[in-house]
C-alpha cells in the first residue's frame, strides 16, 4: 500500500483544515487507517483511526470533539477533519496504513506511511 497526503497549511487558531490520504494499491477490508503527527522535537503521537471496513473510529484524547476521522472504501481515501485547532496542533501529519492490531496507537504497527503534511495553527 502506498499512501499520499495533503492538505496542510497556515491557518490562525480557531479555523479548520482537513487532511486526505490517498491510498494505492491493495487495500484489505482488515486494514486499519491512522493519523499520527510529530511536533518540533517530539515523537511522532497517534491522531486518530479508522478500521477501514467497519469505519469506527478512534481518537487521541486531546483530539475528542474536534477532529473527524472518515474514510471511502470506492476511493480508497482517508480524510482528518480538523475543527478548532489550536497552537498545539503545529505538527508533521502522517497517514498510516496496515491491518487492525490492539496497538493501533503505536507507530510500529504501521509498515506504510505517507509523506507526512505540515499543519501550523497560529495564535
Known amino acids: 500500500v502506498q499512501l499520499q497526503a495533503s492538505g496542510g497549511g497556515l491557518v490562525q487558531a480557531g479555523a479548520s483544515l482537513r487532511l486526505s490520504c490517498v491510498a494505492s494499491g491493495r487495500v484489505l477490508d482488515s486494514h486499519f487507517m491512522a493519523w499520527f503527527r510529530q511536533a518540533p522535537g517530539k515523537e511522532r503521537e497517534f491522531v486518530a483511526g479508522?478500521?477501514?471496513?467497519?469505519?469506527?473510529?478512534y481518537y487521541e484524547d486531546r483530539v475528542k470533539g474536534r477532529f473527524t476521522i472518515s474514510r471511502d472504501i470506492v476511493k480508497k481515501t482517508g480524510s482528518l477533519e480538523m475543527n478548532s485547532l489550536k497552537p498545539e496542533d503545529t505538527a508533521v501529519y502522517y497517514c498510516?496504513?496496515?491491518?487492525?492490531?490492539?496497538?493501533?496507537?503505536?507507530?510500529?504497527?504501521?509498515?506504510?506511511w505517507g509523506q507526512g503534511t505540515l499543519v501550523t495553527v497560529s495564535s
Open positions: 498510516a496504513m496496515d491491518l487492525q492490531s490492539g496497538y493501533y496507537t503505536n507507530v510500529r504497527s504501521y509498515d506504510h
Open positions: 479508522i478500521s477501514w471496513l467497519a469505519g469506527y473510529p
